[in-house]
Nanobody, 121 residues
Framework: QVQLVESGGGLVQPGGSLRLSCAASGSIFSINAMGWYRQAPGKQREEVAHITSGGSTDYASSVKGRFTISRDNAKNTVHLQMNSLKPEDTAVYYC???????????????WGQGIQVTVSS
């Protein structure tokens, strides 16, 4: 069983910053890609950023230059530093990983429960 717990969301004014964190725990053999997604009201879930096991990163064009994804492999955590936040960044943010559980063959996708980020004055 693999669990993901997100933290760091909340209410922030436009132009402000927030740092999201996601900790993976449970029977994990290895973690490949880690990423963040978001879903705004009435919209489909979209990928915000992801980072590979080797540290390569990719970002949605809407957040490039403002958000930074990083990971701590020793702690099985992934972070999303969000700067220069805009009202359109308001959404529920989800952490996702592709991991191989102990004793399993292949990798599986796991999701966190989601955390609210609201950008408003």
């Amino acid at each position: 069983q693999v669990q993901l717990v997100e933290s760091g969301g909340g209410l922030v004014q436009p132009g402000g910053s927030l740092r999201l964190s996601c900790a993976a725990s449970g029977s994990i053999f290895s973690i490949n890609a880690m990423g963040w997604y978001r879903q705004a009201p009435g919209k489909q879930r979209e990928e915000v950023a992801h980072i590979t096991s080797g540290g390569s990163t990719d970002y949605a064009s809407s957040v490039k230059g403002r958000f930074t994804i990083s990971r701590d492999n020793a702690k099985n955590t992934v972070h999303l530093q969000m700067n220069s936040l805009k009202p359109e960044d308001t959404a529920v943010y989800y952490c996702s990983i592709h991991a191989q559980p102990l004793g399993a063959v292949g990798t599986f996708a796991y999701w966190g429960q989601g955390i609210q980020v609201t950008v408003s004055s």
